[in-house]
């Protein structure tokens, strides 16, 4: 927008809620463009991302921010935690993600993080695709609406994309005047070369489901346009020699059909042919260590 657009309006909006409640699947489907990883597992979502969403004179940019939670102390963890608190600095907006129905101590805790949190905070009560009865909403509704004030409450589901139009107005309701700090095409502040290592990860925790656990890293090695086709290399790093053999599979099955998986994700975001070849490597405790987080680039 023009500097001197009066309607024009531009600010942060955090989206936060316990693990699984659906945060990363809201951000995708509000941007129409896979961003962030999702899986039924908790905790798939380890960065910070933003995705970046102009609608005419709005533009919000939205931070999907990894799940809170309590566990042992592990680096990996606090990494996490630090930066699902980080998240709520600085934000215009914030989304609090709960799941139609379920109350758990896990979102009393995020409520409770949330009581510091000045700006506005709207309650999206997710999945409600999974309702046999919308009556069954009002009670719970009711019982949401009495922890905290709510400057609204939508119920929603991120996966059917039901009532997300009213979320993203109310969003853009919160917004603070501002121009744009974004190009109006532009969707996240993440790299290519990040975005493939994203999709690799959720390939590999989706693949696994509880057999491998979230000792998983992705370097992407070779990022490389040669004419019309994406070069893309990547070394999957994981922590025991059991957990390599589990993810190459009986004679490499279950690494090609990540890779497959993989590269056809990599085409839809990149709009370019892929190449895409995977390797795994055992990298000892590296989730221990901060040391080799920080040589991920997962230090912020
Ligand atoms: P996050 O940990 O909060 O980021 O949650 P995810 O976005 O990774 O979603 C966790 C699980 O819930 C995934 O299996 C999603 O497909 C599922 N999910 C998310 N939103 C919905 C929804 O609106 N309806 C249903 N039925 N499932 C959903
Ligand atoms: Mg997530
Ligand atoms: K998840």
Redesign the pocket.
Known sequence: TRPDDPDSRCGFVAIV??????????LNHILGQKL?????K????RHQVLGIKTDGPVQAIYV?TP?MHEEEPRALNRYMNRAASSALVDVDVVVF?VDQLAWTPADELVLDKLSRVRCPVILAV?????LANREQLLPHIEMLSKKREFAEIIP?????ETNLAPLEAAVGRFLPKSVHFYPDDQITDRSERFLASEIVREKITRQLGAEVPYSVAVEIEQFKHEGKTLHIAALILVEREGQKKIIIGDKGARLRRIGQEARLDMERLFGSKVMLRLWVKVKRGWADSERALRSLGMDS
């Open positions: 809620g316990r693990p699984n409640v659906g945060k990363s699947t809201l962030s990883i999702t899986s039924r908790p905790q798939t979502t999907d799940g993600v997710n999945k409600v695709d999974k929603l589901s991120a996966l059917k």
